[in-house]
């Protein structure tokens, strides 16, 4: 499957990524770079209840089955999302009916209704949708580790909103919004698929969204983070989650690329070696991997498990114990790397022929880095990298203060101090 994406800037400043593939369908994304952490306390939510709004009808598809009859006739599936940094409007299309998908999206962006009593019935909806978040043990732990490590107001608190802002919002301040925060300036289009002429598919872009404003939008990247062990206790569960996170070595730079590459080897190599250790050698655990936390100005990175309370003090030691056999005597080989690199042509692969995956790769990179995603370059930083380097780089992982987040059910005893008695010769 061939990968040759090409970037251009509309009249207005929109930017589209034309992203051609040999199959039947195009799959589109229109994002615009501004999401929950942009919001001002009071607008907490306001974005994620815009985007219900803007799939709840348009003048010429007026209703929700109206929209889904016409998708339906046209071989079309369509969604929205809002996220931290984003909120975007998504859809796959038989590609001969590209244009009807993306007439649709700028339907929705300049004619949805917001009618006063479907605003009324979307306050419930989004308030059901919250408590299925705060019931959920993942989003829990994920509020907890936002909260604990970057003092951030949780995604079931800011992203969806408290209560009150959820029953208080008007449509006139939803519209005033929109018209502030989504501009051509920090609007992004992609379409991956077939594209049998490229040239009148963005002419006709061009055409659809010229009504988008051309003004700054500003985007909130700060992030602040505090080193935590904390746990947050639920008595009626069996197991503990746990999370051992470092900050990261190397900022999220296009010049640091191959370095962060690198560690990420690292990281995969002693993923591996720990997990082996962990359930093959002594049965402690179903389940190791690797886990992030962050944004694209900082993170923390490090490992994601979980086992009974009774054995979480025995795994922190073990985790330590390993890791600084690892870290101190690294045994990393060039086979190590090939059988990584080989085992990864299959999710490339994957990859390559997944027009929803190229979509969310090319507007993802484009939307942190201004840049094309570059498949190939990557591919051959990835077979280029050297045991040497893996070590050289990864140098500091375990140097940065030490957080330990933990989820489930009760337990004894200090897990930083443990870690600090084992991770030593």
Same mark, same amino acid.
């Given at each position: ?7 251009? /800037? ?12 040999? +199959?039947? =369908? ?6 615009? =770079? ?29 209703? /929700? ?34 244009? @009807?998908?993306?007439?649709?999206? &700028? ?10 009593? /479907? ?19 993942? #989003? ?25 802002? +959820? ?17 051509? /300036? ?57 999370? @051992? ?7 999220? =730079? ?24 962990? #359930? ?33 003090? =025995? ?42 995956? #190229?979509?969310?790769?090319?507007? &993802?990179?484009?939307?942190?880095? &201004? ?8 591919? #051959? ?14 140098? &500091? ?29």
């Amino acid at each position: 499957m061939k990968y040759n994406p090409t970037l251009h /800037k509309l009249s207005n400043g929109v930017t589209v990524i034309l992203d051609p593939m040999d +199959i039947e =369908t195009v799959a589109i994304k229109v994002l615009f =770079t501004t999401g929950d952490r942009d919001e001002l306390p009071h607008e907490y939510g306001i974005t994620h209840f815009c985007e219900h709004m803007l799939c709840k009808g348009t003048s010429q598809l007026p209703n /929700k089955k109206a929209i889904d009859d016409y998708m339906d006739y046209y071989g079309a599936s369509r969604n929205a999302v809002t996220g931290n940094a984003y909120m975007a409007l998504i859809g796959r299309v038989l590609a001969e009916n590209v244009n @009807i998908l993306i007439d649709f999206f &700028g339907d929705q962006l300049q004619d949805s209704l917001f009618e006063p009593d /479907k605003i009324e019935i979307e306050r419930n909806v989004i308030c059901d949708e919250r408590r299925r978040m705060l019931d959920n043990p993942d #989003r829990q732990f994920g509020d907890f580790i936002s909260k604990h490590l970057f003092d951030y107001a949780t995604f079931s608190f800011r992203g969806i909103g408290p209560v009150e802002n +959820i029953m208080s919002f008007t449509r006139e301040q939803m519209l005033e919004f929109i018209s502030r925060r989504f501009s051509a /300036k920090n609007c992004i289009i992609c379409l991956s698929g077939r594209l049998d002429n490229p040239d009148a598919t963005l002419a006709h872009i061009e055409k659809r969204f010229s009504f988008l404003p051309t003004h700054d939008v500003s985007q909130n990247t700060e992030i602040h983070y505090t080193p935590a062990v904390a746990h947050n206790s639920l008595p009626d569960k069996n197991n503990v989650r746990l999370r @051992i996170l470092f900050p990261e070595i190397w900022s999220n =730079t296009i010049e640091n690329e191959y370095k962060r590459i690198c560690v990420s080897r690292f990281k995969r190599f002693i993923t591996k070696k720990l997990s082996d250790v962990l #359930r093959q050698e002594n049965g402690l655990v179903y389940g190791f991997g690797g886990t992030t936390a962050g944004n694209e100005v900082f993170s923390v990175n490090g490992f994601s498990t979980e086992t009974s309370a009774q054995n979480l003090g =025995t795994v922190v030691a073990l985790i330590a114990k390993t890791a600084y056999q690892i870290y101190s005597h690294p045994d990393i080989t060039f086979d190590d790397l090939d059988r990584f690199n080989r085992k990864d042509r299959l999710s490339d692969a994957n990859w390559l022929e997944s027009a929803t995956a #190229r979509c969310d790769a090319l507007v &993802g990179e484009y939307r942190v880095h &201004g840049i094309l995603y570059d498949f190939y370059d990557a591919v #051959r930083k990835y077979d280029s990298v050297t045991p040497a380097d893996v070590i050289k780089y990864s140098r &500091g992982f375990f140097d940065g203060p030490i957080s330990i987040l933990t989820q489930g059910a009760d337990f004894d005893g200090d897990l930083k101090q443990i870690w600090i008695d084992n991770f030593k010769e």
